[in-house]
């Protein structure tokens, strides 16, 4: 399932995820630093959601108190929630 995610404090202003079962299919960032959030999206693919949230929670851009890491890990916290409460098929 797909889930949407509008930042706050940081360049991008939305995350998209992908997650099946706790797993970060695919990530998808609007606006930002392009390249830097390719490659994000890149690393965190296949990987548990709690492990990402894990290495990047917290993390700042400059003198910004979060970053499009630490946004994603709101991201994901939202899109594990959701996709606990959703409705089995």
Do not use: H, W
């Amino acid at each position: 399932m797909i889930y949407s995610y509008k930042t706050t404090g940081v360049c991008s202003r939305k995350i998209d995820v992908e997650l099946e079962n706790g797993v970060i299919k695919a990530v998808k960032f609007e606006g930002g630093c392009n390249g830097n959030l390719q490659g994000i999206s890149k690393l965190v693919e296949g990987r548990k959601a709690e492990d990402v949230i894990e290495i990047c929670k917290g993390i700042c851009c400059g003198t910004k108190k979060t970053s499009c890491p630490d946004q994603l890990t709101l991201a994901l916290k939202q899109a594990m929630e959701n996709e606990k409460n959703a409705p089995s098929l």
